[in-house]
């Protein structure tokens, strides 16, 4: 059985740092696997943050790129997502991502992903 669970969320304040984790068991998200962060704000749809295409090719939505770094550990079978420069705009529940194919050259859609975390809250005060 496949899970894929974050950790890492919490409250930051405006302007901080904060790593997310993804832990796969089940799956190895290793080269050729499709990887992505999403998250979604009260009242509004899933949102593409971060993916790691299948070449390896990383893509970020405009709202969080030179802001935030998506990484994974092969060791470790681990997904990261490094956020700084936070915003109170980037609260939300986040939500790490994998399929076994994507193109890194656009950001796939939520339920287009086979295996989905749960999530992980991020709170950014003022």
């Known amino acids: 059985q496949v899970q894929l669970v974050e950790s890492g969320g919490g409250s930051v304040e405006a302007g901080g740092s904060r790593t997310l984790s993804c832990s796969a068991s089940?799956?190895?998200?290793?080269?050729?696997?499709?990887l992505a962060w999403f998250r979604q704000a009260p009242g509004k749809e899933h949102q593409g943050v971060a993916v790691?295409?299948?070449?390896?090719?990383?893509r970020y939505d405009d709202s969080v790129k030179g802001r935030f770094t998506v990484s994974r550990d092969n060791a470790n079978n681990t997904l990261y997502l490094q956020m700084n420069s936070l915003k109170q705009e980037d609260t939300a529940m986040y939500y790490c991502?994998?399929?076994?194919?994507?193109?890194?050259?656009?950001?796939?859609?939520?339920?287009?992903?086979?295996?989905r975390g749960k999530g992980t809250q991020v709170t950014i005060s003022s």
């Open positions: 790691i295409g299948s070449d390896g090719s990383t």
């Open positions: 089940g799956y190895t998200l290793s080269s050729g696997a499709c």
């Open positions: 991502a994998a399929t076994s194919y994507c193109s890194g050259a656009y950001l796939p859609g939520f339920y287009g992903m086979r295996y």
